[in-house]
């Protein structure tokens, strides 16, 4: 069982970085895959990137390739999302989510992952 918290969300204008971070619970976290999923409202959760157990292996969606950069720290139980040249596009809440599997290929639906955070706002002004 993995517990999965995210924080550093917030309203930022156009063109602003954010970083979410996203803390686990749990002695294994360095055995799982990490996404990051968006919903902004009225649609369906997205996905935004993927980490591999090691850190070795990386995808994105081709909405945030360049401005974006998903990293994790397995000392600290942390998985973070760089954000940059944000866009009001981007506005949605942003969801932390763990697969618990070394194999590393994209997985870009939810249904792909087994556990998932609460949570955080993110909202860009034009």
């Known amino acids: 069982q993995v517990q999965l918290v995210e924080s550093g969300g917030g309203l930022v204008q156009a063109g602003g970085s954010l970083r979410l971070s996203c803390a686990a619970s749990g002695r294994t976290f360095s055995s799982y895959t990490m996404g990051w999923f968006r919903q902004a409202p009225g649609k369906e959760r997205k996905f935004v990137a993927q980490?591999?157990?090691?850190?070795?292996?990386?995808y994105y969606a081709d909405s945030v390739k360049g401005r974006f950069t998903i990293s994790r720290d397995n000392a600290k139980n942390t998985v973070y999302l760089q954000m940059n040249s944000l866009k009001p596009e981007d506005t949605a809440v942003y969801y932390c989510?763990?697969?618990?599997?070394?194999?590393?290929?994209?997985?870009?639906?939810?249904?792909?992952?087994?556990?998932w955070g609460q949570g955080t706002q993110v909202t860009v002004s034009s």
């Open positions: 980490i591999s157990w090691s850190g070795g292996g990386t």
């Open positions: 989510a763990a697969a618990a599997s070394y194999n590393d290929y994209a997985r870009r639906g939810a249904n792909e992952y087994d556990y």
